[in-house]
């Protein structure tokens, strides 16, 4: 289980710096909306990696701080990195169940228990995500869309900044 958990480890740092590369090519592209939404993101899953490791040590395990994997750092536009963040959430969810999976096959319960809370964080990000490209269907393409696509990621943004409900 510890090694399992270290591997979440490794997933959710790589996670935050992958959001964190996103960010600077939105700032880059003009898009500050956008870079404040995946700044913050970037944010949340290094608090989502240190949980784990908090959780690692508390039950006297040996956290694991690996080495960085370069992420992504260009991308065509807006659309391929809300998609790439939407595909990206469903593989931590993957892994996520398959450590609630082991969690009960090992019968350790506490750890089962800690891992509820990702269970519905991951549900929550998911439904964002997926929340934000419907919304860029929507706008659609065009000379202003950019422009309205950054402005719904701003609002997003400072949505989660006051902790309220998207
Ligand atoms: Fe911590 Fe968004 O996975």
Redesign the pocket.
């Known amino acids: 289980m510890e090694k399992a958990l270290n591997e979440q480890i490794a997933m ?1 740092g790589n ?1 935050s710096n992958k959001y964190l590369a996103m960010s600077c090519w939105c700032d880059g592209m003009g898009l500050e909306g956008s870079a404040t939404f995946f700044a913050q993101h970037a944010e ?2 290094r608090m ?1 990696m240190l949980k784990l490791v908090n959780y690692i040590q508390d039950v006297d395990g040996k956290a694991i701080i690996p080495a960085f994997v370069a992420p992504q750092s260009d991308y065509t536009d807006i659309n391929e990195v809300v998609q790439t963040a939407y595909e990206s ?1 469903q593989k ?1 969810t993957k892994s996520i169940y398959k450590l609630v999976d082991l969690a009960l096959k090992e019968n350790d319960h506490q750890t089962h228990n800690f891992l509820q809370w990702y269970v519905s ?2 549900l929550e ?1 998911e439904v964002l995500m997926r929340k934000i490209i419907d919304k860029i269907k929507l706008i659609g393409e065009g000379a202003r869309s950019l422009y309205y696509i950054d402005q719904e990621l701003s609002n997003q943004a400072a949505t989660e900044e006051t902790g309220e409900e998207a």
């Open positions: 959710e996670a949340e899953e989502h959430e931590v964080e991951q990000e």
